[in-house]
């Protein structure tokens, strides 16, 4: 089995800046994609950025220019630098990571059970 855990989340004004954070464990072969999701209240979970083996990264619009994504391979880590946070960045975020398990296995996805950011004066 795969445990994805974040940390990190927490409450912040507007303009602030927070790290999220997410540790792998388990039985974990090779690690593809890896992101960050988040999910307000009444609405769809929604890609933040992600970032694969290799390096190449993809982020939403809302948050071009404000948020870095990085992973560390040999650690199996994922990390999410949010700086100029604004009130709409409220939600709770969820890591995932697209995990090989075993050699000749195909990937499949895992996600942590999510930290809550909140953004509000």
């Known amino acids: 089995q795969v445990q994805l855990m974040e940390s990190g989340g927490g409450l912040v004004q507007p303009g602030g800046s927070l790290r999220l954070s997410c540790v792998t464990s388990?039985?974990?072969?090779?690690?593809?994609?890896m992101g960050w999701y988040r999910q307000a209240p009444g609405k769809q979970r929604e890609l933040v950025a992600k970032i694969t083996a290799g390096g190449r990264t993809n982020y939403a619009d809302s948050v071009k220019g404000r948020f870095t994504i990085s992973r560390h391979n040999f650690e199996k880590t994922v990390a999410l630098e949010m700086n100029s946070l604004r009130p709409e960045d409220t939600a709770a975020y969820f890591c995932?990571?697209?995990?090989?398990?075993?050699?000749?296995?195909?990937?499949?996805?895992?996600w942590g059970q999510g930290t809550q950011v909140t953004v509000s004066s």
């Open positions: 995932h990571a697209q995990v090989v398990t075993a050699w000749g296995e195909v990937s499949r996805p895992f």
């Open positions: 388990g039985s974990i072969f090779r690690i593809n994609d």
